[in-house]
Structures are given as C-alpha cells and as structure tokens.
C-alpha cells in the first residue's frame, strides 16, 4: 500500500507543473479568443463556443497525433491531418491573443505567451503519454528465464533413481547410469555423430542432457564400451 501511494505522489509531483501550465495557459489565451469572437459579433455564449472549439481542437489534434504513432498510422503527404488541425488551431489561437494586445513588441509577446505556453504543455503531455512506459512489476530476469527453459527442455530426459542421484553428486562406488538414461545419452550421441562426423565428448554430452561431470563421464565410457554406441 505504501509503495503504491508512493508511486502515485511520484507521478502527480512529475505531471502536476506542466498540468498547471497547461490548465494556466489555456485560460489565458481562451479568454483572448472569447473576447475576440465577443467584439467580432459572436456575442453571448456563442464566444464562449468558439473559444472552446478552438482550444479543445487543439487538444484533440494533439491526441490523434499521439494515437498516431501508437498504432504506427502511415503518414501520406508531408504533413498529416492531425497535425495540419493542431498548427490551425494554435493560429487561431494566436492571431486572437495578438488582436487584444497593444500595438507594440512587449505588446504582442506578453500577448503571445499564453498560446505559445499553452502549445508548449500540450506538446509535453503528448511526448509523456506517447514514451515508454516503465511496468512497475518487471518481467523475470534472463538467468530466471533461462532456468524455466531449462526446466522444460529437461523434462524429457529420464530422471535417476536415488542411488544414481548420489553418483550424479559424487560417489563413484555407487551403480553405473540407468537404462534409460544410457539409451537417451545414446540417441544424444547418434545425432551429434551423424550431424558433426565425430564422437560426442564429454563437456556436450554433459551440455545437452544437464548432468554433472562425473554422470556424463560413466555416460560416455558406457557408450563406449557398448559394441553399438557411436
């Protein structure tokens, strides 16, 4: 629970300030817009509707950018639809907020600030939302996923009686390899000399069945010993 919460504080702390500058900039210049489509003769609440076109068109060019190059949408021209509406949109957006500003420089860049920050903030939240996602649960790491393999490849070599176990492990006064085990290293030991036209030694024998040293050692003296083993 407490690293869940953690994780939650982490995020808000990193998308809080650009949310704020997003939600900042977009009062700004959407108040520019109302009072332009006001003056120009939209008055009531339809300057309030063209304001809100204008800025939610942005937004939502924006996301059809990035859905985009989630699903690696093919662009045909040199420039496409939603990005077309985006530029059109900040224009917009930005022809209103000079309107209202006093014919000077400082006039028009103090002007300009809220549909510049505004199209700085929806270009942030479009590269976080489009970027790799770190998994808070990440996947097993190789060495783990190389034992499950292994596990599974194993599973079809016969296993060994308890007495043999102990000589896997070391003992060498113990009984020699199963039957089983014997006819499997065989049929390990046919391929090999069929695909490569020489013995198997000792380190691929031990290699392909998962054995100890000493296993695959009485393996490979017993096929040896064995009219039919290579």
Request: hydrophobic fraction near 45%; charge should be positive.
């Amino acid at each position: 629970m407490g690293a869940t919460a953690s994780h939650l504080l982490t995020r808000l702390a990193d998308s809080a300030p650009v949310l704020v500058l997003a939600a900042i900039a977009g009062a700004g210049s959407f108040t520019h817009i109302r009072n332009t489509a006001a003056e120009s003769g939209q008055t009531g609440w339809m300057s309030w509707a063209v304001a809100v076109c204008v800025d939610l068109t942005c937004v939502m060019a924006a996301r059809e950018r990035q859905r985009d190059k989630k699903t690696g949408r093919v662009r045909r021209g040199w420039i496409s639809w939603p990005s077309l509406v985006l530029v059109a949109g900040i224009v917009l957006s930005l022809a209103a907020n000079l309107h209202q500003a006093d014919p000077t420089l400082w006039g028009w860049l103090t002007a300009a600030t809220p549909a510049g920050a505004f199209l700085v903030a929806v270009s942030m939240l479009e590269r976080r939302a489009s970027g790799p996602r770190l998994d808070p649960c990440p996947a097993p790491s190789s060495p783990l996923v190389a034992s499950s393999s292994t596990v599974v490849a194993s599973s079809s070599i016969p296993a060994l009686v308890p007495s043999e176990q102990d000589d896997a492990d070391g003992n060498q006064d113990g009984p020699g390899p199963s039957p089983a085990l014997v006819d499997y290293a065989r049929r390990v030991a046919d391929e090999h000399h069929a695909k490569h036209g020489k013995p198997i030694t000792r380190d691929l024998l031990r290699a392909r069945l998962g054995v100890s040293n000493q296993l695959a050692s009485d393996l490979l003296r017993t096929l040896r010993t064995t009219p039919d083993a290579l």
